[in-house]
């Protein structure tokens, strides 16, 4: 099995969902969490997980963490040698999404508040990936200097998903996404 398909099996939706929405996590479309916010579809997860190529013991970035899913995914993926930092605004989802990751029992991966002024977490810079869950309108230049030497971010600009890979910030165009908006 390969690496995503076994950090999906090892990591249900329905465990990141509100009760009231649980009944629908087979849908694979977005579903409402709170403060206006959707746990994504899990499709798109599927696709942004399999560019961003997370491999074992490294350090990993979730802007925009939500319901704490994609940072239960990625804590999957980095293993125990591994971190992973989840990063979100809304308080009410930094409290949901802490709780449903510790649920998923991988202490190696952590949601905490992001500041409103700063974008991502420079101060741990650098990452070797960078996941990014809402849509910006331009490629945030602040998330791109956050990447290590050889790193990957995986983001959602204005509609389409791009992959930056270091060295050089190459970006590549990967089909065609909605997200709520990168704030």
Do not use: C, K
């Not at 202490?107 to 809402?134: C, E, F, N």
């Not at 331009?138 to 990957?152: F, I, K, R, T, Y």
């Not at 791009?162 to 990967?174: E, I």
């Amino acid at each position: 099995m390969d690496p995503v398909t076994a950090a999906f099996d090892a990591t249900p939706r329905r465990d990141f969902l509100p009760r009231g929405v649980r009944r629908r996590a087979s849908y694979d479309g977005p579903l409402g969490i709170a403060a206006g916010q959707t746990n994504s579809q899990p499709r798109t997860v599927d696709d942004m997980l399999r560019l961003l190529d997370v491999r074992v013991g490294q350090r990993v970035l979730d802007v925009g963490s939500g319901s704490g899913w994609t940072t239960a995914l990625l804590a999957h993926l980095v293993g125990s040698t591994g971190s992973v930092l989840g990063v979100e605004l809304e308080p009410v989802l930094v409290t949901f999404g802490s709780a449903n990751l510790a649920g998923a029992r991988r202490p190696w991966a952590t949601i905490r508040q992001a500041d409103p002024d700063v974008l991502g977490d420079p101060g741990g810079a650098p990452y070797d990936r960078i996941l990014v869950s809402a849509m910006a309108e331009s490629l945030p230049q602040a998330l791109v200097d956050q990447l290590a030497d050889d790193g990957v971010l995986v983001v959602p600009v204005d509609g389409v998903m791009l992959r930056v890979t270091n060295p050089g910030a190459v970006v590549t165009a990967h089909g065609h996404y909605r997200f709520v908006p990168l704030r």
